[in-house]
């Protein structure tokens, strides 16, 4: 299965997000967000309305307005994010080939249960999000070291 960029996109600045709100340097404008990783302003705002469509972000008007995370990071998952970017369709659609050409005279009866491949594909599917959905944006946070975190704050003008 492939993702999107956005989806790596969208995962780094939850956890930056999440960074600055500990800074007390949130909102920060999506301009800035874009610049700070030297991604493309607009491609980065469709990522981030995506985010702020599902609830995980929420922008703020006015001149000190900007991002920021609508939640806290440790209720925010991996799957969330995914989600947001990426949908919620499966990765696999079982198109049922099995009923086609030379089983195609076969009694529906024989077909009543998906096929091993569906099933194999869903439970690996089912896995991937399990893990996905119990890694939060704060577990992100808490295994990149804390200088990263730190030097993130300095370039937004924290401490």
């Known amino acids: 299965m492939r993702m999107s960029e956005g989806v790596e ?28 990783y030297d991604l493309p302003a607009a491609y980065l705002g469709k990522q981030l309305q995506a985010l702020a469509r599902t609830g995980i972000t929420e922008s703020l008007p006015g001149r000190r ?33 099995r009923q086609r050409g030379m089983n195609e005279g076969s009694p529906r009866s024989e077909f009543a249960r998906p096929c091993g491949i569906a099933h194999a594909m869903r ?3 089912l896995a991937w999000r399990r893990e996905l959905a119990a890694t939060s944006i704060a577990d992100l946070s808490d295994a990149t070291p804390r ?3 730190d030097a993130a704050r300095r370039h937004f003008g924290g401490a």
């Open 9 to 36: 996109w969208a995962a780094h600045v939850c956890v930056l997000l999440h960074w600055l709100d500990e800074g007390d340097l949130t909102p920060v404008p999506a301009s800035r967000l874009a610049e700070s």
């Open 123 to 125: 439970g690996a599917e």
């Open 65 to 97: 307005g900007g991002i920021r995370l609508a939640r806290p990071a440790a209720e925010i998952t991996l799957m969330d994010v995914v989600a947001a970017i990426e949908g919620g369709t499966a990765a696999f659609a079982c198109t049922e080939i």
């Open 147 to 149: 200088r990263v975190a």
